[in-house]
């Protein structure tokens, strides 16, 4: 058994405790020793029954993930969860902490469950693109019937212990991990006291007792998932209507078969991919024993709405904010959008009024810079421009602490020139938060030249704090998603030149996984703000290379999207639904003519590829010039940042999946007609050379 799993006897029941920290993670050894622990339990003449527990924060929280994309290796779990389950002596699972996955499938092999009452368990697989493998699907409808089972298993977000009891998942509920012990042993007596052969889950038939209403919550999934692309949840499905149809032993079969076709799909590589590739963002290189300085307060520079919605993030995360505008009006306006938003949820049921009063408390508001003097942390979010950031910077340094951290939110301005103006440049750091800043889940840190380890490393522990999903970016115009987006708009923005329409852009993006094409998002950000940003470079945009006027044509006419009710797309009063404006393609045509291009008609197929192509060079031209540390930390910005599709894995993974060849072909073709935007970056011929890919350079 090892030191991971132990066994012992208390009174007459078999105590197998699993003892694998941080989680219990169900690797080899812990499964291997899971078999070793049952059977001993077995041969003990004096134990009548069974407890599995868990030492350590949680009871299994799912799979190794050192094993992913791995073959199993023995025993795998399927066998472990059947073992449990053919255990001749009732086996009871006492669950505390997080139960997920493969954790809980080993929970309802056995022939009873106890949880603590903060406890949660789920099956959470779907967000890997595959499907509980170890008799998940089979079980959990038997107990709880089909509605519960697939939500629990499509929705992908673990239930609180008092639900799953509800839901027939357990069977009793602890107060807290003293009793759990104790009413677990009572428990597995009880049910040896009993007598009789222990009740198998797989002979439970709890679930099945509404056949209709089970078939129902089938069909209503099957139609819900119809347009969806991913194979995995429609799998599911299909794995919970045969838990109905088929038996038991066939209905393993039917899971395990399932699984092993989507264990293999791109889509799971590619969420397999994403998963990893978070967890190395939020873990840079260069602030190993680097400790975070404390935060317990922080001073925001500006209420629009990119400042309210950073005060809400800290609001809501716990810390105290003091906010300062430049008048009382501006002051007041920016109070208001923060009270509004917290209105709004407690309108929707989203939070208690009691709550948003308690974190509307800890907000305050203040015109004089010196009110910064209290603040551990101090962001500035007013508008891009850098002498009105640089004025802010010298206020704020005036007023804070020399060991506070000063932090800008720009979208594109040089942090480096910031943080050269200031009399402490170690603590001058970047956040670039993405709007609405407290609802997307993405914060680029924005390392200066200067920026000290542990200002960093502070940054790193508030975004968990936030909850936020970090990634590392150098300095450069744009760092790395908004690098990545004007490769992404440029590509687009060629194809509308040589015949392609805003519409048919925008239905080829969304057909490949974007919930909103570029020009959508174009309309509903304002055309006017990516418009400034060109005026702002035009003096060094380079003339040899191709640039295309349509946006600021449009501009010129006062066509900003949906505010102006005219963009790339006409608007209805109050309506954020467009239909396409003819009047943009009367543009577009004028270009064509005056540039002398003959249009051409373009494939859903082409649009997806050139747009990809564009992206995942832009992508390995910033891991060359070392913003992005690595491959996966572009494809995690695009993700959490501008809704690149996760299950296909950001720009760099989709092209290792296309192959890089045919990826570096694509971009030698658009290279005609742009050589200096889309010449391939020079990694791609080092990694084809050599037979790797972008996912060989992530560590």
Known sequence: MGDIVSYERIGDVGVITLDNPPVNALGRDLRAGIVAALDAANADPEARAIVIRAEGRTFPAGADIREFGKPPEEPWLPEVCNRIEESPKPVVAAIHGTALGGGFEIALAAHARIATRDARVGLPEVTLGILPGAGGTQRTPRLSGAQAALDLMLIGKPLPAERAQAAGLIDEIAQDGDALDAQALALAAKLAASGGAPRRTRDRREGFADPLAYERAVREWREKLAASPLPAPKKIVDCVEAALLLPFEAGLEFERAAFEDLVNSPEAAALRHAFFAERRAAKPAGIEGAAPRKVERVGLIGGGLMGSGIAISMLDAGLPVVLIERDQESLQAGIERIEATYARACARGRLSEEEAGLRLARLTGALDHAALGGADLVIEAVVEDMDIKRDVFARAEAAM??????????????????????????????????????????????????????????????????????????????????????????????????????????????????????????DMAGLDISWARRKRLAAHRDPGERYVEIGDMMCELGWFGQKAGRGYYIYEEGSREGRENPDVLVLIEELRRSKGIEPRSFTQDEIQRRILAAMANEGARLVEEEIAARPGDVDVVMIHGYGFPRWRGGPMQAADQRGLLQVKKELLAMAEGNPKAWTPALIFDELIKNGMKFADLNG
Not at 428 to 443: C, D, E, Q, R, W
């Open 401 to 522: 602490r020399p060991d506070a951290i000063l932090a800008t939110n720009t979208s594109y301005l040089d942090v480096n020139a910031l943080q050269a103006a200031c009399a402490h440049p170690g603590r001058v750091i970047g956040l670039h938060f993405f709007s609405p800043a407290h609802v997307m889940k993405l914060l680029e840190i924005v390392v200066a030249k200067d920026t000290a380890p542990d200002v960093v490393a502070t940054a790193f522990a508030l975004a968990r704090r936030l909850g936020k999903v970090p990634v590392r970016a150098g300095v450069c115009d744009g760092f790395i998603g908004n690098r990545v987006l004007t490769a992404y708009r440029q590509a687009a923005d060629e194809m509308l030149e040589e015949g392609a329409t805003p519409g048919e852009i925008d239905a080829a993006m969304r057909a490949y996984g974007f919930r909103l094409g570029p020009y959508q998002v174009l």
